[in-house]
């Protein structure tokens, strides 16, 4: 039960921790169905397991794979709780994910406000994050500028090249455990630090926008839930792949929203276009004719790319081992996303990538 001090500490630090929201038995349900479910994809993808655990952090749409997932956020408890945060009781989907930060392959998912990721014109949204174990402040948990969603809306922080400091303001940890979930607003800048911790951090994530919410490409014409749009621009988000939960609004004025539409440059290597441009770099170089990320998934192919690389590119042999690394980790994210849209959020191969080709890409 949320109490009133509950909804108006949210509105006033745009940030909210539910202790002891679902039980121990239901959360360990839900870890053992996302252990079967990465087996599945890694399977259904033909990557090694290990190869997937180690590499892929963010898997999407997880309640079309999964029933309790599924149930959990259109009937269960985060069905139950996400419209009382919205002013008509309603609310709409916009997409789940599971982030997880494997153990010695994570890193820092860098400060940012998730509305400006969405293609969606009302930035009165909001995400519920549900930890699916106990999390320390070492574990890479959520770290918030409390208040911060009264700012407005900034443009994209671009993960790559990012330079945002909130390191003079009073940021909170969220230590939150099994069981426990945050409820965060679309514009509380929040982010999550690398997992030193001894255990991988699995997370739940479910976004939530008003029911009446627009379709607004230019606010963020990259992001994968596009994909999942039919609906033209400008009008509401009226699909199956966004279910409404309660009985409000769908329908409403149109809002202003920023037009984001130069994140899609190919100019220079952004987290909007790396692994494109990655893909179509190596193509290029390495004169391959078939898919890029299976050529170079296979062992011997990629040795062989990178002695052809490095000397294409007059690059110092001492370079040879982080280059094959960086290639096995960029095939593994390039065979998950083209297959079911998963991917490492950390971007840590891509940024190596950058720096090994500099103005090269
Ligand atoms: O779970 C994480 O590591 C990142 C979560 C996050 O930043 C988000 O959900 O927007």
Redesign the pocket.
């Known amino acids: 039960m949320i109490s009133k001090s509950d909804f108006d500490f949210y509105k006033e630090n745009g940030y909210l921790v539910i202790q002891n929201f679902l039980d121990d038995k239901k959360v360990d349900k839900l870890k053992a169905n996302y252990d079967d479910l990465r087996k599945k994809l890694a399977e259904r993808t033909s990557i090694k397991y290990s190869d997937y655990h180690k590499e892929i952090s963010q898997i999407r749409d997880i309640w079309k794979y999964d029933e309790d997932f599924k149930k959990l956020i259109l009937e269960g408890e985060i069905a139950k709780t996400a419209p009382l945060f919205f002013e008509d009781k309603s609310c709409r989907l916009l997409h789940d994910h599971i982030?997880n930060?494997p153990l010695g392959n994570n890193g820092t998912?860098p400060w940012?406000q998730?509305y400006t990721y969405w293609p969606t014109d009302n930035p009165n949204g909001l995400?519920f994050?549900l930890p699916l174990s106990d999390l320390d402040k070492n574990a890479?948990v959520?770290e918030v500028v409390p208040k911060s969603h009264l700012w407005g809306e900034e443009k994209p922080v671009d993960f790559i090249n990012d330079t945002k400091d909130f390191s003079n303001y009073d940021v909170k940890y969220l230590e939150v455990k099994k069981g426990d979930i945050v409820i965060l607003d679309a514009l509380t800048w929040?982010?999550?630090s690398e997992n030193i911790s001894i255990e991988e951090r699995i997370?739940y994530?479910s976004l939530w926008i008003p029911a009446n919410s627009r379709y607004a490409p230019k606010h963020a014409s990259w992001h994968p839930v596009n994909d999942n749009i039919t609906v033209k621009e400008n009008e509401i988000l009226n699909d199956d792949w966004f279910p409404v939960i309660g009985k409000g609004k769908t329908n409403g004025p149109e809002h202003t929203y920023l037009d984001n539409s130069e994140t899609e440059t190919m100019q220079k290597i952004t987290m909007y276009n790396a692994s494109k441009k990655a893909r179509n770099f190596l193509q290029k170089h390495l004169d391959i004719n078939t898919d890029v990320w299976t050529f170079l998934y296979n062992e011997t192919n990629r040795e062989k790319a990178v002695n052809r690389l490095i000397e294409k590119f007059n690059l110092n042999d001492n370079v040879s081992d982080e280059l094959n690394e960086v290639l096995l980790s960029m095939s593994i994210n390039g065979l998950a996303y083209q297959n079911h849209k998963a991917r490492n959020v950390y971007n840590k191969s891509y940024v190596k990538f950058k720096n090994i080709f500099k103005d090269e890409i």
């Open positions: 982030i930060k998912v940012h998730d995400s994050w890479g959520l929040h982010r999550t997370a994530i």
